[in-house]
């Protein structure tokens, strides 16, 4: 569905009854990677899938898309869905936009799930090698895309899922250039929102990689310790829905029936 925001589309789903939960997608994938997740809950809950500022079929806002530029165009469209006390899951840039809503629309949150996330701000290194891969996106868009694709999954994992990782770079070689800039460019700026988690009232949990080549797990056990976040481990990468399928899906049908 489409839904018309500040002169520009943004690209929607709804599907299933119940209480509503709103599923954030990473950096270079759109909605299609809830499509598994969201076919198994929609019998029990509403949920929403959206495709963020400059990704999937949603245009480009401007030069930049902060977080919370992204967390307002999710508000709006949740606002014409007449949605409240909704559940986030967010993956990868889907958490980061999450916790800005959050921090933005506190009220509204009910529940929380960070896959692969963190509310940790970019270290100094991560904020240059997002630097660098504006300057290659913008010579080479594709190549970019491709590479970035193949390094989020754990190294053994790579030969395991050739055929996942042929769809992911397709998606992603979809993504408009301008798209990529803008929220290489938010996500290198968001803010440390570490404390507005481990002050977050409602159900938390993070999921969790051994092997994430993109966020360190030493890390996010001590986001989880000092939050007081619960978190569920997994053996893979960065791509947790593709690596950890059954477990991640199991992990949030608990999380979700307990709230």
């Not at 270079?28 to 400059?54: A, P, Q, R």
């Not at 999450?98 to 991560?126: C, H, K, M, Q, W």
């Not at 080479?140 to 042929?166: C, H, M, Q, W």
Request: aromatic share 8%; with cysteine.
């Amino acid at each position: 569905m489409i839904f018309t925001y500040k002169e520009i589309k943004i690209y929607y789903n709804i599907h299933g009854n119940g209480a509503p939960i709103v599923f954030l997608h990473g950096f270079l994938e759109n909605s299609t990677m809830w499509k598994e997740t969201i076919d198994l809950l929609s019998n029990t809950y509403t949920c929403v899938s959206i495709d963020l500022l400059g990704h999937g079929q949603t245009d480009c806002l401007g030069y930049i898309h902060t977080m919370e530029d992204m967390a307002i165009a999710v508000k709006a469209v949740l606002d014409h869905l007449m949605m409240t006390n909704i559940t986030l899951v967010g993956h990868s840039m889907g958490g980061y936009v999450a916790l800005a809503y959050i921090d933005l629309f506190p009220d509204e949150v009910s529940g929380l799930a960070l896959v692969n996330s963190t509310s940790f701000p970019d270290s100094d290194e991560r904020r240059l090698n997002r630097t660098r891969a504006i300057s290659i996106v913008k010579k080479n868009p594709d190549v970019y895309t491709s590479v970035a694709i193949a390094s989020l999954f754990a190294e053994k994992n790579r030969s395991k899922f050739v055929e996942e990782i042929r769809d992911i770079k397709d998606q992603a070689s979809k993504t408009k250039l301008q798209g990529i800039i803008s929220a290489l460019e938010g996500m290198k700026v968001r803010k440390d929102r570490n404390n507005l988690l481990s002050h977050f009232k409602g159900p938390k949990i993070i999921f969790a990689s051994t092997q994430d080549p993109v966020l360190d797990f030493t890390q996010n056990l001590l986001e989880a310790e000092q939050s007081k976040t619960k978190l569920v481990s997994l053996d893979g990468g960065h791509m947790s829905h593709i690596e950890n399928k059954k477990e991640l899906l199991s992990g949030l049908q608990k999380f979700l029936k307990q709230q």
